[in-house]
C-alpha cells in the first residue's frame, strides 16, 4: 500500500505552516515542514561564510548531509536542532528565509534536498508542506492543495508570527521581503511556486484559520482519506 500524501504548497504567509499542523495532528499523520529543510540550508551556509551566488556545489554539498531533529518542548513547542545545536530562533528570522529563497534556487541544493524529504512519507500519512510538493516532491499524492492570502493579510499574519516568538521585526520590511521572496519563488527556473494542474486553490484571505482547517478536512473526507487514519 501506498503512503498517503497530502500536500499544503503556497506562498510564505499564507497560513501552510498552521493549517498543515492542524491536518497532521487530526488525521494523527507525520508533518514535513520542508521550508525549514531550505531554511537550515541556509544557516549552514551562512555558518561556513558561503555565498549562494558563488558557492552553488559547497551549499549543496552541506544539503546532503544536514543532520537535522525536528523536536518538541514540554510546552509542545517546536525545537530544531541543526548538527545539535538549537537553532529555533534563527531558522524563523526573516534574513534566515531570504538566504533559504536565494539557495533554493540553486537546482543541485534542491536535488540534495530530495531524498531527505521523500523518507518523511512513512505509515499512516504525511501533511507535506512547502512550495513543490504537489508539483515535483510528491506528484503522486491523492490531495494536493494550493493555499495563498494577499501580500497585505500575509504582511501582518507573519509580522504577529514573529513577535509571538519574540522576534523583532519592521512591518514595512517584511511587506517587502515577502514581495521579493514571492518573486524569486514564481519566477525561478528549477520547481517555481505554480499549483499543480491536479491541485485544489484555497484563498485564505479574510477567513479565520479555523475556517480554512474545516475547509481542508472536508476536501481530506470527500478524498476518503479520512478512513486511513
Ligand atoms: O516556507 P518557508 O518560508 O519556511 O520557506 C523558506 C524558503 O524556502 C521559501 O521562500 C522558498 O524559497 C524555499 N522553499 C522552496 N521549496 C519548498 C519550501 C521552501 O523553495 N518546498
Keep these: 500500500m501506498t503512503v498517503p500524501v497530502i500536500t499544503v504548497d503556497g506562498p510564505s504567509g499564507s497560513g501552510k505552516g498552521t493549517v498543515s499542523r492542524a491536518i497532521a495532528r487530526q488525521l494523527g499523520w507525520r508533518m514535513l515542514d520542508s521550508g525549514a529543510l531550505y531554511r537550515l540550508t541556509a544557516l549552514a551556509a551562512e555558518d561556513a561564510g558561503l555565498d549562494p551566488d ?93 493555499l495563498t492570502a494577499s501580500v497585505a493579510e500575509r504582511t501582518e499574519r507573519r509580522f504577529k508570527q514573529l513577535g509571538e516568538l519574540g522576534i523583532s521585526a519592521n512591518i514595512d520590511r517584511i511587506y517587502s521581503e515577502i514581495a521579493a521572496r514571492d518573486e524569486r519563488d514564481r519566477t525561478r527556473s528549477e520547481s517555481p511556486l505554480v499549483p499543480a494542474a491536479d491541485a485544489v486553490e484555497l484563498d485564505s484571505t479574510g477567513k479565520p484559520v479555523q475556517q480554512v482547517i474545516a475547509e481542508v478536512m472536508d476536501l481530506v473526507d470527500q478524498h476518503g482519506l479520512k478512513e486511513t487514519a
Aim: aromatic share 4%.
Design 54 to 146: 558563488t558557492d552553488r556545489q559547497a551549499i549543496a554539498a552541506l544539503a546532503a548531509r544536514l543532520q537535522v531533529e525536528f523536536l518538541s518542548d514540554e510546552n509542545n513547542n517546536e525545537i530544531i536542532e541543526l548538527n545539535g545545536r538549537d537553532v529555533t530562533q534563527r531558522v524563523r528570522a526573516e534574513s534566515t528565509g531570504d538566504m533559504a529563497s536565494r539557495c533554493a534556487v540553486i537546482p543541485e541544493v534542491r536535488a540534495s534536498l530530495v531524498d531527505l524529504q521523500h523518507a518523511f512519507r512513512r505509515v499512516p500519512g504525511l501533511v507535506a508542506d512547502g512550495r513543490d510538493m504537489g508539483t515535483v516532491i510528491f506528484p503522486d499524492a491523492p490531495l494536493k492543495i494550493f
